[in-house]
């Protein structure tokens, strides 16, 4: 029987990795997402490639038993998932051999779209892609994601970038940072841009610092064969606090045409200033999770977690100091903060407004302070903290908040970040995706403080689960006599 030619708007979505972690954990609920509220294409077909040698009706059991515990019970639907079990194709193949690319080239339909999503370790993106263009499998058309981050210094992303671009124009290369997809910090232009109380305001020097968090309340976990020796810098600084740092530092893009947004990112990279070995035993510090209790369970040390080598010095906390060389942001330190087992998940943006050069109110014990938290997650909020009157005779001052819960101030559906960025390549649209020069400004200046650190030789500093890391960062804020969020 031969199979139906495809419509002209048919997909075929190949993912390498499909029966991994990242496939059943985020990949595939995302896509029945957009299956279910039909955002999906109607000609599209998922096709999963594994080592495993697994018959249709084995993957699909696979399927049913992993895949729907990342499924909120309120989304589920037992018609539209048999529907979107309907789409998956099952093809078993070892990415590291050239022969096993026939069986996906036949099974791959003549004429549709292709969209190959590399949710395999970044070591075999040169090799697959390769062997995707041996056998035929790469036309204009095509488009290829590639997870981050991408390498683990300048270098070693350059030959990645080198070797796709042989095979995949720039215009076709999706390099995903699934933070870029989270609505709030697609939020974060409208904000700046679309709102003319903050635009003028922000700046040096209106505004006196920032500070930027991304913290996870997860150990390291079944990931420690890749975490150790990649560390936080590499893991997370270089690729998603950079970039919530551009969009919060960029200027107005002339239009949002994606080029256009993406240049205005680069010159932030281009213009962040470079740090030396000095620069880096000032302005940076490393820390490593030890026992503690975390949500009131205890939790190990990094070095008890399974598979992580005996003695390892890979940081699992990082904060550090930077600063922005131009004219809008001179004299405003920028505060990054990243680390696994703090005291909760929580990923923020806190702007914090310069003070008034004089106080009018005498009854007030401090300085008022003036942030606009901007909440990414786990709920996504904004938060604008002022100062008030208190009830009663005389003027003190106590500080209040104006707040916006995007999620109920929106009645639409908020798609998670995943799914929205799937569309978005299904689609074409490369603005919330990392241009090939942006992640190479990335790594030249997270490189040197990689570099310091080996000169330094200097070990991470312990802390306990279930705090907010190393005393040291505390520091780090009180020397610019700010503080982080939760210690206001």
């Known amino acids: 029987m031969e199979t139906p030619a495809p419509s002209p708007s048919a997909l075929d979505l190949v993912i390498f990795g499909g029966a991994g972690d990242l496939s059943v954990r985020k990949l595939l609920p995302a896509l029945y997402m957009a299956h279910?509220?039909?955002?999906?294409?109607?000609?599209?077909?998922?096709?999963?490639?594994?080592?495993?040698?697994?018959?249709?009706?084995?993957?699909?059991?696979?399927?049913?038993?992993?895949?729907?515990?990342?499924?909120?019970?309120?989304?589920?639907?037992?018609?539209?998932?048999a529907g979107f079990i309907q789409r998956l194709v099952y093809v078993g193949?070892?990415?590291?051999?050239?022969?096993?690319?026939?069986?996906?080239?036949?099974?791959?339909?003549?004429?549709?779209?292709?969209?190959?999503y590399l949710a395999t370790a970044p070591t075999l993106f040169t090799t697959i892609?390769?062997?995707?263009?041996?056998?035929?499998?790469?036309?204009?058309?095509?488009?290829?994601?590639?997870?981050?981050?991408?390498?683990?210094?300048?270098?070693?992303?350059?030959?990645?970038?080198?070797?796709?671009?042989?095979?995949?124009?720039?215009?076709?290369?999706?390099r995903i940072d699934h933070y870029l997809g989270k609505e709030t910090v697609q939020n974060l232009m409208v904000l700046r841009f679309g709102n003319a109380i903050f635009e003028p305001l922000w700046r040096s020097p209106s505004i006196k610092s920032v500070q930027i968090t991304v913290a996870e309340s997860v150990g390291v976990g079944s990931r420690a064969g890749f975490y150790d020796g990649t560390g936080a810098l590499?893991?997370?600084?270089?690729?998603?606090?950079?970039?919530?740092?551009?969009?919060?530092?960029?200027?107005?893009?002339?239009?949002?045409?994606?080029?256009?947004?993406?240049?205005?990112?680069?010159?932030?990279?281009?213009?962040?200033?470079?740090?030396?070995?000095?620069d880096v035993a000032r302005d940076t510090v490393r820390g490593q999770y030890t026992a503690g209790n975390v949500g009131g369970e205890r939790a190990v040390g990094y070095l008890q977690e399974a598979n992580v080598p005996a003695g390892s010095e890979t940081?699992?906390?990082?904060?550090?100091?930077?600063?922005?060389?131009n004219w809008r942001w001179a004299n405003v330190p920028f505060f990054l903060r990243t680390g696994k087992r703090m005291a909760e998940r929580r990923s923020e943006i806190v702007i914090e407004f310069a003070p008034l050069p004089y106080s009018l109110f005498p009854d007030t014990p401090r300085q008022p302070v003036n942030r606009l938290l901007?909440?990414?997650?786990?709920?996504?909020?904004?938060?604008?903290?002022?100062?008030?009157?208190?009830?009663?005779?005389?003027?003190?001052?106590?500080?209040?908040?104006?707040?916006?819960?995007?999620?109920?101030?929106?009645?639409?559906?908020?798609a998670e970040a995943y799914e929205r960025l799937l569309i978005d390549v299904i689609k074409g649209r490369l603005t919330h995706f990392m241009r090939r020069?942006?992640?190479?400004?990335?790594?030249?200046?997270?490189?040197?403080?990689?570099?310091?650190w080996q000169a330094l030789a200097e070990k991470p500093r312990p802390y306990a689960a279930g705090s907010w890391g190393p005393a040291a960062s505390s520091a780090l804020m009180a020397r610019e006599d700010t503080s982080w969020s939760e210690e206001t």
């Not at 080239?105 to 190959?116: I, N």
């Not at 390769?130 to 030959?159: I, Y």
């Open 36 to 81: 279910l509220h039909k955002t999906l294409p109607d000609d599209t077909r998922i096709v999963a490639l594994g080592r495993q040698a697994w018959d249709r009706a084995a993957f699909t059991a696979f399927i049913d038993a992993q895949v729907r515990g990342f499924i909120a019970a309120a989304e589920f639907d037992a018609t539209a998932w």
């Open 129 to 174: 892609c390769a062997h995707l263009h041996g056998a035929g499998l790469v036309n204009p058309q095509s488009r290829v994601v590639l997870e981050k981050p991408l390498g683990h210094d300048l270098a070693s992303a350059r030959a990645i970038n080198d070797e796709v671009a042989k095979y995949f124009t720039e215009a076709q290369t999706f």
């Open 437 to 452: 020069d942006e992640l190479e400004a990335a790594w030249a200046w997270a490189e040197p403080i990689l570099a310091g």
């Open 315 to 325: 940081e699992t906390f990082v904060a550090l100091r930077a600063h922005i060389n």
């Open 234 to 278: 590499r893991d997370m600084v270089q690729n998603h606090l950079l970039q919530l740092l551009c969009i919060v530092a960029m200027e107005p893009p002339v239009s949002l045409d994606p080029d256009a947004v993406r240049d205005e990112k680069l010159k932030v990279l281009r213009s962040l200033r470079p740090m030396g070995v000095a």
């Open 374 to 414: 901007i909440r990414l997650q786990p709920e996504e909020h904004v938060q604008l903290q002022m100062m008030a009157k208190q009830p009663g005779s005389g003027m003190k001052l106590r500080p209040v908040s104006l707040d916006l819960d995007l999620q109920s101030a929106m009645t639409g559906r908020r």
């Open 93 to 116: 193949l070892d990415a590291t051999r050239a022969d096993d690319f026939a069986a996906l080239a036949h099974t791959l339909r003549p004429g549709a779209d292709r969209v190959f």
